[in-house]
């Protein structure tokens, strides 16, 4: 199973991205999906979390409000669509999967089964 996240890049306080990860191999239908980051010197962390249906989603407090996760099982992608970013926003976004047997809420990161290489945000103030 890859992994393949995109859509990162420089953009001002205040502006919107939305980061996409393409899934292939395996059945993505049957993955519940997140977003994680990584800030410079700072510990991975939450951000978003999607069911393996979309019927079920969680947000960290940090982007509540301002981040919105969303799946396509056609498409075999995940999105993070992102507004109001803020400079504590900068850092390098991650998605993961998880092999789940049903449409589990559950937000683990360290249960995340598959891993993809990152790609930079960065908010300028």
């Known amino acids: 199973v890859q992994l393949q996240a995109s859509g990162g890049g420089l953009v001002q306080a205040g502006g919107s991205l939305r980061l996409s990860c393409a899934v292939s191999?395996?059945?993505?239908?049957?993955?519940?999906m997140a977003w994680s980051r990584q800030a410079p010197g700072k510990e991975r962390e939450f951000v978003a979390f999607?069911?393996?249906?979309?019927?079920?989603?969680a947000y960290a407090d940090s982007v509540k409000g301002r981040f919105t996760i969303s799946r396509d099982n056609a498409k075999d992608t995940v999105y993070l669509q992102m507004i109001s970013l803020k400079p504590e926003d900068t850092a390098v976004y991650y998605c993961?999967?998880?092999?789940?047997?049903?449409?589990?809420?559950?937000?683990?990161?360290?249960?995340?089964?598959?891993w993809g290489k990152g790609t930079q945000v960065t908010v300028s103030s």
């Open positions: 993961a999967g998880r092999v789940d047997t049903y449409d589990s809420g559950r937000y683990d990161l360290n249960g995340m089964n598959y």
């Open positions: 999607i069911s393996r249906s979309g019927g079920r989603t």
């Open positions: 191999g395996g059945i993505f239908s049957t993955y519940g």
